[in-house]
Structure formats: C-alpha cells, structure tokens
C-alpha cells in the first residue's frame, strides 16, 4: 500500500479524527487455519486452501482432503482472509476468497468483522494497514520469514468511521475491484478454453498425430544465476530479483546491484518453475527481472506454443512434486526436468492450434497486467480515503 507509517507511530496509523478509536483486534473475530499433513491429503474432498490457492485460485497443484476438519476452519466464497506469515514483501495480504469451499491451511486467519461494520469496508480497512503489517513482520524476521501475532492485532489501535461513511468508502473502491473481479472471470473463461483445446488436441481424439518430444527439444531452459544474497535490498537500487518468494503473485521488491548476463532477465510472459520446496509454476507478468538461482525459465522453441509448453509440464511436474522426497525439502532437478516428455502434432494443424492457444496465452498476460494497474491505483486512492485527505 502506499501510506507511509513512521517507526514510532506504527500502531497508531493515522485515521480522521472523529472517526471512533479501538483495536483492531476488538473489530472482528480472528480464526486461524488448521495444520495438515502429507496424510491428510487425498484424491477428493475439499481444497485445503494455502496462499498459492488464495493468490492463484484451485489448480493442479492443490492438494484436497476428505478427512472430517473443525467447521471453524471452514471457507467459503466471500469470506475476508489475511496471511499473517511468510515473506514479509509477498506473502503478507489481505484477500476476499472467491474460488471454491475448502478448508484454511495454517498461518492465515480468517476474518469476521463484528456487527454494525461493513464486511467490505473492513477488507480495505485491512488492506490500508497493510504496509503496517508488512512492517511487523519485518521487525520480527527469521530465516526470511515474519509474522504478525494476535498481540499485534491487540496493539494496533485503529478509526472505525459511522456505517454510512463506510458504504461510500466501500462505493469507490470497489469501482476497481469490480473491474478487477470481472477480468478474473475473463481469465477463468479464457483458461477453460485452452484447457479444452489442449485437452481436445493433445490428449483426446484429435491427437493422431502426436510424437514425444523431450522438454528440452521444444523448450529453451534457462537456470537462474547464483546472485550473492548479501548484495541484495528492498530500497529500488538495482535490478529486481525473482526468488522462489516471488513466483506466487509475480511481484518482487528485491534489488541488487550485481549485474549478470542478459540471458537471466526475466521478460512479462515467461514461464518460471520453483525447484526447492513446492514447485510453483507460474506465468511471469511482474515486469523485468533477473532469474535468482533454484528457478528455472522455460520459453518455447520453433513452433511449440506458449499455452502447450505451459499445460505440458503441469502435470508432470505435479508427478514429480508428490513423488520426490528429501530430508526436509523436496527439490528439482535438471535430470528430473530432462525426463518430462511433450506431446506435438506432427500434421498441418499443429500451427493453426498453436496459433490460437498463444492468443488466449497472451490475452491471459494482458488481463494479468491490467489488474495490476488497477490495484496500483486502488491503493493509491485508499490510503487518502482512510486519512481523510479525499472527502465523501
């Protein structure tokens, strides 16, 4: 967000002055997400919903769960969420859940405003304390990751307006978010297309013709540089980076000034793979940026389009991710990624295919793009709204 908090006022955010002053924590109810296994997972049931699915939405990668979960922990579309852990930068947010009903993953709270306030309102209230969220957590980091802790919430002291001031608050931003709502809906379409016409082409009836390719064939692999962590920063000097951290979102506030061959920049488009941990798999629409190491870059080669490199490695790279196992962590290789075959048309279609998937492909990148115009301006009208420096 873009309200600035000085250090010493960071839990006293400026709000109007008769606006009526409470904790946060006092304003709603604070339910946290429940802890699951690798045996918890099953074949059916509900999503377990984590922050890849709160950013990303359900797919191939979400696991489910048909075991019997505490009914608090119960999701459903509307419902306010809030990821207290993580990577400050990136992982610390607010969202509306919009996708199906599931079950919370630990390390988000879900959020129930108490009545007499708007369920919206509230939302952006959070949202405009975002960056004092962000704040917290970095104070409080440890090996890269910080938390925001219920005795924050108690701490924090925020302006709650009357109900009528909340609804024309809610009136105007929710102008963007409506656009914003509305492109995601596009997207859903556009992405149920090509799955259709991958599916139709590549694994249906239609695929006569196919051969087995090695990813490596049809795919321009490119590893991320070993940039030095110590040169690293969040003040803009430099270059982004992209870190595993960074693929959920597609948005990066790391820096640095080591500068590295061109073949590791990043372009909006690209295809980009976590190798340690769950290996995300992403469409990159962040903008320029340096490739960190243990992430991998896939653009396709010769005719091989954008949409079927992407759909060909879901599935075995979600193969690989439940099947690889480690002391700790999992992590991918560049022999595991030498195994992965592609299936290609060998006929007269395969352009004309190819064509029409890399238009919904890029559509896709657009839309991505325009929402985050969209939300740039929201949040910077909202913190002028929510310090009373713009009137309704």
């Avoid at 709270?109 to 369920?119: Q, R, S």
């Avoid at 599916?199 to 321009?220: C, I, R, Y």
């Avoid at 954008?306 to 002391?327: E, K």
């Amino acid at each position: 967000m873009q309200n600035q908090i000085p250090k010493n006022d960071l839990y006293t955010p400026t709000f109007p002055p008769n606006w009526e002053r409470s904790t946060l924590y006092g304003e709603a109810q604070w339910i946290n997400g429940g802890a699951f296994r690798n045996s918890d997972f099953s074949d059916s049931g509900l999503p377990i919903i984590k922050i890849a699915e709160i950013k990303n939405g359900i797919s191939d990668q979400t696991n489910y769960t048909s075991k019997k979960i505490d009914k608090n922990i119960f999701v459903k579309p509307g419902d306010i969420l809030f990821s207290w852990s993580g990577t400050p930068e990136t992982s610390i947010d607010i969202f509306f859940w919009k996708g199906f009903e599931g079950w919370l993953n630990q390390h988000t709270f879900k959020v129930e405003p108490k009545e007499g306030i708007d369920k919206k309102f509230f939302f952006y209230l959070l949202k405009y304390l975002k960056k004092v969220f962000v704040k917290i957590a970095s104070n409080k980091m440890t090996t890269g990751l910080g938390h925001v802790t219920v005795n924050d919430l108690k701490n924090l002291i925020v302006g709650i307006p009357d109900k009528q001031y909340q609804k024309k608050i809610v009136s105007i931003l929710s102008v963007f978010d409506d656009k914003i709502e509305l492109n995601n809906k596009i997207e859903k379409t556009l992405e149920a297309v090509a799955k259709a016409i991958f599916k139709e082409w590549f694994l249906g009836a239609k695929g006569e013709n196919l051969k087995l390719k090695s990813l490596f064939d049809v795919a321009e692999i490119t590893y991320g540089y070993p940039f030095k962590s110590d040169l690293f920063s969040d003040d803009k000097n430099g270059t982004p980076v992209i870190r595993i951290r960074n693929l959920d979102g597609s948005a990066t506030s790391t820096y640095t000034t080591e500068v590295a061959d061109a073949k590791y920049k990043v372009k909006n488009g690209d295809i980009l793979i976590g190798m340690d941990g769950e290996f995300y798999i992403r469409k990159w629409f962040g903008s320029e940026a340096y490739l960190n190491q243990r992430v991998v870059r896939l653009r396709p080669r010769g005719k091989m389009s954008w949409y079927n490199l992407f759909l060909s490695v879901v599935r075995p790279i979600r193969g690989l991710q439940l099947s690889i196992s480690g002391t700790t962590v999992a992590h991918l290789s560049d022999k595991d990624l030498k195994a992965i075959k592609v299936r290609v048309i060998d006929s007269k279609n395969y352009e004309k295919v190819s064509a029409e998937l890399d238009r919904l492909y890029w559509m896709l990148i657009n839309l991505s793009l325009e929402n985050r115009k969209l939300q740039e301006t929201r949040d910077l009208i909202l913190p002028k709204l929510m310090r009373g420096e713009i009137r309704v």
